[in-house]
């Protein structure tokens, strides 16, 4: 079920949107990984961005209560956050937010949605019903200045955002919101009182509840995984993890952000799934790893960017710009399916494979086979495999297998 605005209702807002925002160059299509992107249509405006979808088995863990980290002293209206601690000392923290929840309400009013969704979240199509339901003034005010703020940035910015606003319902801009969205709190203060948010927000404390116990038992285990298989030496850059649930984002949909000024804590936002998905924690924890050991290396890429012209008609490509982010997110797809080998879940990995396959990650196959020779050789850590991973890419062999796939 998608979130779809009565057709009068979408052609009302947009004929009163339209000419402002093109006169103010805010319509455009196209995005890169992962960003939002308006299509500017009457039957379907959104906000179209490309997800993989991998729900998967859960694990077991414990915790115990936190005080909520908040903006302020003044607490944040959310479920109490747990504390949980990693063999290493490292220590994670469970909790949903309600400005995360907020922010993502006015995304989805503002067209927000996934192109296929495999499954869609109860809750967040009875929200979006609500949405759908609100005076169209306030419609129109709130789509107009998210798209206006939030058009073309990636969701982690937008994540970013909601985390670096003080609590409702003033979401006060701290110095690094006000550059990200100044005066974007105003907007979202009138609606969230407008649309009665706060209520909202109380009647799905249950569902959310839901959702953090499948983490809260998943999480610890699949982090320590991680790290193991990485083979990760020296402190580790992200000394506290915050995992937030959100369900009002799409079916299978996660990022991991860093706030300015808050070194060594990473943020990671999942969206929901029938259960709790070690693989989707999997992929955003890792990304925050593997993204800098990445760029050290990218150089290496060099003589297989030719590949990327093969993908020209794929909608990959636009999602993934340039090649060198391409072959970054096929790289972390083949880490997570190798980990899911792990938990016996080998036809698994190999239909996700050819499902990357076919999509346009040209490297994703190469990778997921040659991880196999990084596991035998126990001595050498991830990072010191990765420029042999990159180099060995063969131009001829992806080219051929891409155009077998094709044919």
């Known amino acids: 079920m998608h979130c779809e605005r009565s057709r009068l209702s979408r052609i ?67 479920l109490t956050p747990v504390e949980m601690h990693l063999g290493d000392g490292r220590e994670i923290r469970l909790m949903a937010d309600e400005r995360v929840f907020v922010l993502f309400c006015a995304l989805n009013l503002a067209g927000y949605d996934y192109v296929s969704p495999v499954w869609e979240s109860p809750v967040r199509a009875e929200i979006c019903q609500h949405l759908e339901n609100l005076d169209p003034s306030l419609q129109q005010s709130v789509v107009y200045n998210v798209r206006g703020r939030f058009l073309n940035l990636n969701l982690g910015s937008v994540a970013q955002y909601a985390l670096s606003v003080g609590p409702p319902p003033a979401f006060e801009e701290s110095p690094s919101a006000q550059r990200m969205g100044s005066g974007l709190n105003r907007t979202l203060a009138k609606f969230y009182t407008e649309a009665d948010l706060h209520t909202l927000w109380l009647q799905h404390q249950e569902d959310y509840a839901t959702l953090l116990d499948g983490y809260q038992a998943l999480l610890p285990q699949t982090i320590e995984e991680c790290d193991a298989y990485l083979r990760f030496k020296g402190p580790h850059p992200q000394q506290t993890i915050v995992l937030i649930p959100e369900l009002m984002l799409v079916e299978g949909s996660g990022f991991a952000v860093q706030l300015e000024g808050i070194e060594g804590t990473l943020y990671i936002i999942l969206g ?87 999509q346009g990650f040209l490297p994703v196959r190469y990778f997921y086979e040659t991880l196999a020779e990084y596991e035998a050789q126990e001595s050498i850590s991830f990072e010191e495999f990765l420029p042999h991973l990159l180099e060995g890419i063969n131009v001829e062999r992806e080219r051929e297998e891409y155009q077998a796939l094709k044919r």
């Open 12 to 78: 009302f807002i947009l004929l009163l949107l339209f000419p402002l925002l093109a006169l103010s160059g805010l319509i455009e299509q196209g995005c890169s990984s992962p960003m939002l992107a308006i299509t500017p249509t009457l039957s379907t405006p959104s906000l179209v961005i490309a997800i993989n979808t991998t729900p998967s088995p859960s694990a077991t863990g414990t915790a115990t209560p936190l005080p909520s980290p908040t903006f302020t002293s003044t607490p944040l209206p959310t």
């Open 272 to 358: 929901p799934s029938a259960k709790a998905d070690y693989t989707l924690l999997q992929h955003e924890y890792m990304e925050s790893i593997i993204g800098p050991l990445f760029e050290r290396h990218k150089h290496l890429l060099e003589e297989s960017g030719e590949l990327y012209d093969l993908v020209r008609d794929q909608q990959v490509r636009s999602v993934y710009s340039p090649w060198s982010s391409l072959v970054r997110e096929a790289l972390i797809k083949a880490l997570s399916m190798r980990l899911a080998r792990r938990h016996g879940d080998e036809e698994f990995a190999e239909r996700a494979i050819q499902r990357w396959e076919a």
